[in-house]
């Protein structure tokens, strides 16, 4: 999963994602979740955002509903029993802080970049690069 994700990232000439612990109660402890983030510094433009999902569906992702929201774009993809979610936006501080509200103070920042957050089915085979 992490190869498909960084697979991503270069093709669409984004820096290398930072993997991170899940941080909902359905995610910790957990083996079936998968979390990165790639900070661009700037709202990454519908290009960036379309070359970061090219990469998927050149893997077999399929596109499952485009989430328009008005901190930028998202997609749902899919694979293998795994189902990820690709942002491409920004947030400020208090955004950030209201998306994870168990994320220590000192830890919340405006972010600007890509996310790709999702889950797979426990057992399932992990989908090949």
């Keep these: 999963m992490r190869a498909t994700i960084r697979a991503a990232a270069s093709a669409a000439g984004l820096g290398r994602p930072q993997f991170t612990n899940p941080t909902t109660k359905l995610s910790?402890?957990?083996?079936?979740?998968?979390?990165?983030?790639?900070?661009?510094?700037?709202?990454?433009?519908?290009?960036?955002?379309?070359?970061?999902?090219?990469?998927?569906?050149?893997?077999?992702?399929?596109?499952?509903?485009?989430?328009?929201?008005?901190?930028?774009?998202?997609?749902?993809v899919d694979k293998d029993g795994w189902?990820?979610?690709?942002?491409?936006?920004?947030?400020?501080?208090?955004?950030?802080a209201?998306?994870?509200?168990?994320l220590p103070p000192d830890q919340v920042h405006a972010f600007r970049g890509v996310s790709v957050a999702g889950s797979g089915t426990c057992g399932a085979p992990t989908p090949t690069p």
Excluded: H, Y
């Design 83 to 96: 189902s990820l979610v690709v942002l491409a936006g920004a947030l400020s501080k208090e955004q950030v």
């Design 98 to 102: 209201a998306e994870n509200p168990g």
């Design 28 to 76: 910790v402890g957990s083996s079936c979740w998968v979390t990165a983030v790639i900070n661009t510094g700037a709202k990454p433009d519908r290009k960036t955002f379309d070359a970061f999902v090219t990469a998927f569906k050149d893997r077999g992702w399929k596109a499952t509903d485009e989430m328009p929201d008005t901190s930028g774009v998202g997609l749902a």
